[in-house]
């Protein structure tokens, strides 16, 4: 079974400072891995995603995560954090291919504080 | 125009009552799922429909029956709530085959006194 691993519950950062938030994953072959964001009271936002191609993935909000197959992680960063990036960031994993009978299997989030 | 919408956005009721939550998309989408996210927010997964079929079911008490009269609408009825059922369920949808992710209702908050 796949899974995933966030390491660090609470993450707090100053407002213009860089943003590590780690993912590591358990899997036998690469899977496809994402980012959500979920801010208070609401439901979660798809940062960005890795399927196939370049490793450096791009996402909204600045964010951007870099598959590292041999470390078998998947970290989101973003270069200065802003007050309005405070939320609860979920890593998830999918088997790759196209199943319809895979599910997306989420980490225990990480949430980031942002401190003026 | 809202992508996936769940209703109602809360709901408080006693122990022992059934209640149901809805779910509909218009993405379009044939999949459908729903997640329960605890106290200490940790997300997983419940159950999957793709096309009206049941297709991932996972540990979940009977109580928990959902149903899916078309490929946009999921919902989920639970009959005799206890107290450990007080959750957020979250209703999401994916076109089945596809590498992309899922979308996300806003959620619904289920308080059981």
């Known amino acids: 079974a796949q899974s995933v691993t966030q390491l660090g519950s609470h993450v707090s950062v100053s407002e213009g400072a860089l943003v590590l938030l780690r993912c590591n994953y358990s899997?036998?072959?690469?899977?496809?891995l994402f980012w959500y964001v979920q801010y208070p009271n609401q439901g979660l936002q798809l940062l960005l995603k890795?399927?196939?191609?370049?490793?450096l993935v791009k996402g909204i909000n600045g964010f951007e995560a870099e598959f590292k197959k041999s470390e078998t992680s998947f970290h989101l960063t973003k270069p200065s954090a802003h007050m309005s990036d405070a939320a609860e960031y979920f890593c998830?994993?999918?088997?790759?291919?196209?199943?319809?009978?895979?599910?997306?299997?989420f980490g225990t989030g990480t949430r980031l504080q942002v401190t003026l | 125009d809202t992508a996936v919408s769940q209703t109602p956005k809360y709901l408080v009721t006693q122990m022992g009552n059934d209640k149901s939550i809805k779910c509909e998309q218009n993405?379009?989408?044939?999949?459908m799922y729903w997640y329960k996210q605890d106290s200490k927010k940790f997300l997983k997964i419940m159950f999957s429909?793709?096309?009206?079929?049941?297709?991932i079911n996972e540990t979940v008490p009977n109580r928990f029956s959902p149903k899916s009269p078309d490929k946009a609408h999921l919902n989920l009825h639970i009959n005799s709530l206890e107290l450990g059922d007080s959750a957020v369920y979250f209703c999401?949808?994916?076109?089945?085959?596809?590498?992309?992710?899922?979308?996300f209702g806003s959620g619904t908050r289920l308080t059981v006194v």
């Open positions: 993405l379009g989408h044939d999949t």
């Open positions: 429909y793709n096309n009206k079929e049941l297709i």
């Open positions: 899997s036998s072959v690469p899977p496809y």
């Open positions: 998830a994993v999918r088997p790759s291919g196209t199943g319809t009978a895979s599910k997306l299997t």
């Open positions: 890795y399927t196939t191609g370049a490793t």
């Open positions: 999401a949808s994916s076109q089945g085959g596809s590498i992309g992710g899922y979308t």
